[in-house]
Each structure stands twice: as C-alpha cells, then as structure tokens.
C-alpha cells in the first residue's frame, strides 16, 4: 500500500513538473519600459507605441505577451523596473527605456542578470557586460559626423555648447570635444541646465559672451526647445547645431517659428521624401509612417517613435530565430536571442541599417546612420 502510494504521489508531481514546465515555456515575454511620464515622455509614449505596433502577436508559432512599464523619466525608478521585468515577470528580452540616465540604469541590471537589452538611447557599459547591450540609436561617434562636416565645410573656429546636466549632456559634450580635436576646433562656453528647469537666461547670455562662430546643444525632446528658443530669442545668428535627442514632433510645435533653420542630425525616417527609391530604408520608412498614422493621426510618427519600431523588428527578428535552439523563459533562450542579434546583417530599418556583429561594440549602425537636416517651414528637410 505504501508502495503504491509512493508511486502515485511521484506520478503527480512528475506531472505537475511537466505542467509546470510548459507554462513556464508557453510564451515570449518581452520587457518594455519607457518615460510615459516626466520629462521625456514626449520621446518615451511614441516609443512604446511604435514597439507595440513592430511585435507581432506571435512569433515562430509562440504567443508574445509584452509588459510594460512607465519609469517617470527617473533612473531610479528605472532601476526598480529592470528588477521587476526581470525577477518577478522572467521577461526574455527588455526594450527601451527613453532617456540615458534611466538607459544606464537599467543597462547595468539587465547586463548582470545577462538578459538582452535594447536602449531607446546610445549607452555604452564600457565593459564586457556590453554583450547583452543592443543599441538602436546610433552612438555620438557617428550622429555628430554630419555636424562636424558641416562645421568644417563652413570654416567654423569656435563652437559653444549649452547642454542637460545630465548623462545625455556628458555624451553630448564628449563627443562635440572628439570632434573639435579633429578639427582644431576651440569650444569657448559650456553651459548647462536640467530637464525641468524652465529658465536658461543667465547660460544663454555667459554663452553668447563668449562669440562663438557656432552652438551645439546636448538636449533632448520638449525640454531641448527651451535652450534653442532662448538661444534664437538672444538674436544669436551663427548656426545652432542639435543631436539627434530633439526628433520627436513636440519640440517643432512647441519651438514653432524659433526653430526655423537650426540644424540637427538624424537617419532615414526624418526625410522619406529626400530618400532614392534604391535605398533600402525607404520601404521600411514608408509603411511605418502609413500605419502608424492610421492608428494614431497623421503627423504623429516621428524620429524618436522610429527608434521604438526599429527595436521591435529587429528583436522580433532575431526571437524567431532563437526558438531553433531554445524555449522562452530560459537562460538559454535569453542568450539565444543576444547571440541572433548578433547575426543579424544589413537589416533596414526607420532609422539605420542594422548590423551588430562586434561582440565588443554595442551598436549596429555605419558612417551612413544619419543625415544633417534642418528645420524649414516648420518640418525637417535634407541640409545638404
């Protein structure tokens, strides 16, 4: 009897295993966290929305549950959120967030507890933790080529910078000083100022004291218009350079006629109607402009939302092909999945054209990743 009762209980509990095991199995979860709100929700809310829109419902047969969350534009909380997505939600793969400080954050957790991570700003670990880390937008060693051509194109010998006070006005400033050493350039003001603040009068005037023959600014979203309009507002006349974080269609609506003619540098999805058909990008642009327009509005789409869409396609991509080799909720899977990545080749997206085949380096973008374009009649053109 004892027997018996050994063998049936040891049946059970091998089923249950088994059960256990196949809800455990059962889908791809993918981990998505952006600013919805603060600061950066401007970039953050279309980002989500454009992933949203590039993930399909099922992927290689396996049903996608996505799990999103909202950091608030604050690192910290951000932290919390790496932590949930990955302890309690066991996700395969995190998307975004939006902002550097809150991408750093959550780079480093995910990087420690190896699950794949895909920034919706450039960071770098500077480490061997970067093999878990994908970056869709392009690093400042490319985005900024564009400017610093133009700037030596033009004859530029000095340049001031107003930037955030923050990580994304550190890359900002790092890469506008790799730059003027190659160029001789002298940088003769640095300024900065936060997210929230809503006056830059008194960096604006120490920034024009200085005469520079140009201004390049590390700003981002909304909270960029307010250093570019004061800039313009001072009568500064010289060219005003921007990154690539002012391409979402607030900041143009916001800064309205103040904009007109500042710079900035940007891929594909900015200019569809300056792209050949020949070039790859085209078609991606296209359609995701159309479909996101017919869900959410025309106008609505914008560069940063693109950064958001390349990220699904190109996880979705490589998911597909990770579920040869393992099942989703796994290590395996998860490393699986960083390994596709690193196979993908030449892959089009809004923005780029995506190829992360260096273990070492967290980018898939060429010298071809951006553009520099200006802003005329109130929308960005070609510059050049």
């Known amino acids: 009897m004892n027997r018996r009762h050994s063998v049936l209980v040891s049946a059970t509990l ?4 088994v059960m ?32 949203e829109m590039a993930i399909p419902a099922e992927i290689g047969g396996e049903k996608v549950r996505i799990v999103a969350l909202d950091d608030a534009t604050d690192p910290s909380v951000a932290a919390r959120n790496a932590k949930k997505l990955i302890e309690e939600e066991k996700v395969d793969i995190i998307l975004g967030p939006t902002a550097t400080p809150s991408a750093i954050a959550m780079a480093q957790i995910a990087a420690a ?3 794949p991570i895909m920034p919706g700003a450039p960071v770098s670990l500077r480490d061997a933790r970067d093999t ?17 051509a133009d700037m030596k194109r033009r004859g530029i010998k000095t340049v001031g910078f107003l930037g955030f006070s923050d990580a994304w006005g550190d890359i900002c400033l790092a890469a506008l000083k790799e730059q003027a050493e ?16 809503t006056s830059v009068t008194g960096q604006v005037l120490k920034l024009l004291a200085a005469k520079p023959d140009a201004i390049f600014l590390g700003v981002s979203g909304t909270a960029g218009v307010l250093g570019n309009v004061a800039i313009v507002e001072r009568g500064y006349t010289g060219p005003i350079y921007n ?20 710079y900035g540098t940007i891929g594909a999805i900015a200019i569809p109607d300056s792209l050949s058909d020949s070039e790859p990008r085209k078609a991606v642009v296209v359609d995701f402009l159309r479909k996101f327009d017919e869900k959410y509005g025309k106008g609505k789409a914008d560069a940063i939302s693109g950064f958001g869409y390349d990220a699904g396609l190109l996880a979705s991509a490589a998911i597909e092909k990770a579920l040869a080799s393992a099942k989703p909720g796994t290590p395996e899977f998860r490393a699986a999945i960083a390994a596709e990545i690193r196979k993908l080749q030449r892959i089009p997206g809004t923005h780029s054209i995506y190829t992360y085949n260096d273990p070492t380096w967290p980018w898939g973008v060429g010298d071809d990743a951006t553009f520099l374009v200006k802003v005329q009649k109130g929308k960005w053109v070609l510059a050049n």
Not at 251 to 259: A, H, I, R, V
């Open 14 to 17: 091998a089923m249950a295993l």
């Open 182 to 197: 190659k160029l001789g350039l002298k940088i003769v003001a640095e300024e900065r100022y936060a997210r929230a603040d």
């Open 113 to 115: 507890a190896e699950v």
């Open 132 to 148: 878990w880390l994908f970056n869709v937008p392009p690093p400042p060693s490319k985005w900024i080529v564009p400017v610093a």
């Open 20 to 51: 256990s095991a196949n809800q455990a199995h059962s889908e791809i979860k993918i981990g998505i966290a952006h600013s919805l709100s603060g600061p950066a929700a401007s970039q953050g809310i279309p980002q989500k929305q454009a992933i």
């Open 243 to 262: 990154s690539n974080g002012v391409f979402n269609g607030d900041f143009l609506t916001l800064g309205g006629k103040s904009l007109e003619g500042i």
